[in-house]
């Protein structure tokens, strides 16, 4: 009777056919999935299509000897395990074969029960070593998302600090030119004042941006259903975006509502249709689509820095040119552009990062040269109730109207004493 199939893919060399039948037999009749080699050629052409997880190897053999094959072996294919075998060894070749990294050696003739137990021990230890290779990679992985959001902080507090006292020396600028301004009235000198005071302005939206970068612009959020505010804006993007572009929006969960500033937000996907625009020059389709969905354990294995729960998906996806890995890593960085000089300042995608994170959301992207870019945002979902309105709204004043009098509801503990409840006067209902 077969057992079950091992995963694990084991080629058998030796140049003997008698011991390659029996040992591939033995080897299959136990579940593992075997190839033969009967010359170490042979076996390097094999290794070089096909993957192989583990090599038994007999030492000695014509042509090329199983030590000269180990070394071939370990140069090209490091995670490939080797047992050796041999009627022959001695002393030398051992030290000569451990020196190698082979896994073990075993003297023929062997036991079946002695060869399967160094099989398993073996394919045990190379699980163990994928899984911690495995392990490492995602370690990896997560200190550069940790690297690159401490990053991202550091240039958002400094970039903050410096937004605000740029902006009590332009609020002095500003204050002083108007007033210069109205004491120059029909002065030859004015049309510099003016001048001064235009460029000022212009400094003055900058700030802004930076401020909305840093997270510390003020925010108005209240509760509201996210589709509604991509309809409300969709008509302004279908211009900003040109003709030659075609705007698809698809949504679901019509009834998701967010806690969100609705003016900032679309501003995020003025930005986003703006930076989407540019990457396709010659034309091509935008589409922006939401959907429900939850973050949950497969999601924070790879982003720690985000937490479960239900978030609504805005996927804003475009079929332009796409970016490198290197762009990708600094797109969200204040004044870094891939565009040419003087058709972009880099931050309208700072700005954007910086409005999804101080709606406690999270925005990524996807992209490939020639495939297109996707910007992803998860915003977090809100229950309509009022205790979730007030934790962002604690001023809210919220009225119940009901046909039910007061101390009925309260007393079956349909809603709180403290919430204010009108009775609905022509419209009376009893328990």
Same mark, same amino acid.
């Given at each position: ?22 040992? @591939? ?6 579940? *593992? ?21 583990l ?18 072996i ?84 400094l ?28 002065d ?10 235009? @460029? ?8 802004k ?23 409300s ?65 497969? *999601? ?10 239900? *978030? ?43 409005i ?5 959301? *999270? ?38 109207? @009901?046909?039910?009098?007061g ?6 503990? @349909?809603?709180?004493?403290s ?13």
């Amino acid at each position: 009777m077969k057992k079950m199939q091992s995963p694990h893919r084991i080629l058998v060399v030796d140049d003997e056919e008698k011991i390659r039948k029996s040992l @591939s037999g033995l080897l299959q009749d136990n579940g *593992y999935d075997v190839m033969t080699a009967g010359s170490g050629s042979e076996c390097l052409e094999i290794l070089s299509s096909q993957h192989i997880d583990l090599v038994i190897l007999d030492i000695v053999m014509p042509e090329m000897s199983g030590i000269d094959v180990l070394k071939k072996i370990k140069e090209k294919n490091k995670d490939t395990e080797v047992i050796m075998i041999s009627g022959y060894a001695d002393k030398e070749k051992a030290i000569a074969i451990f020196r190698l990294n082979a896994y073990d050696l075993i003297e023929k003739p062997f036991e079946s029960k002695e060869m399967l137990n160094t099989i398993s021990h073996c394919l045990n230890h190379l699980g163990l070593r994928e899984e911690i290779e495995k392990k490492n990679q995602e370690l990896k992985e997560l200190e550069s998302q940790i690297c690159h959001a401490q990053k991202m902080e550091a240039i958002g507090t400094l970039t903050g600090g410096i937004a605000h006292e740029f902006n009590n020396f332009l609020t002095t600028i500003i204050g002083y030119g108007k007033l210069l301004q109205e004491e120059m009235n029909k002065d030859p000198l004015q049309h510099y004042i003016d001048r001064i005071l235009a @460029s000022s302005e212009r400094a003055s939206k900058l700030v802004k941006s930076l401020l909305a970068f840093s997270r510390e612009q003020i925010i108005d959020p209240r509760p509201v259903k996210l589709n509604l505010i991509i309809k409300s804006v969709e008509s302004f993007l279908i211009k900003a975006i040109g003709e030659d572009i075609e705007l698809i929006t698809t949504f679901k969960d019509e009834d998701a509502i967010v806690m969100v500033d609705s003016g900032q937000i679309e501003q995020v996907l003025i930005n986003l249709a703006t930076n989407a625009r540019d990457a396709m020059p010659d034309g091509g389709r935008l589409t922006i689509s939401t959907e429900l969905g939850e973050l949950g354990e497969k *999601y924070l294995n790879t982003n720690n820095y985000v937490k479960p729960g239900k *978030y609504v998906l805005v996927s804003v996806m475009d079929t332009g040119t796409g970016m490198d890995d290197k762009a990708k890593e600094r797109i969200f960085e204040p004044f870094f552009t891939t565009k040419e000089i003087g058709k972009g300042i880099g931050l309208g995608l700072s700005i954007a990062y910086g409005i999804i994170e101080q709606h406690n959301g *999270y925005i990524n992207v996807d992209s490939k040269i020639g495939e297109g870019t996707t910007f992803k945002i998860y915003l977090p979902v809100i229950k309509s109730s009022i205790e979730e309105i007030r934790k962002v709204r604690p001023d809210i004043k919220v009225l119940f109207t @009901s046909g039910y009098t007061g101390d009925i509801i309260q007393k079956k503990g @349909s809603m709180k004493a403290s919430l204010i409840l009108s009775q609905n006067q022509f419209y009376q209902k009893s328990f």
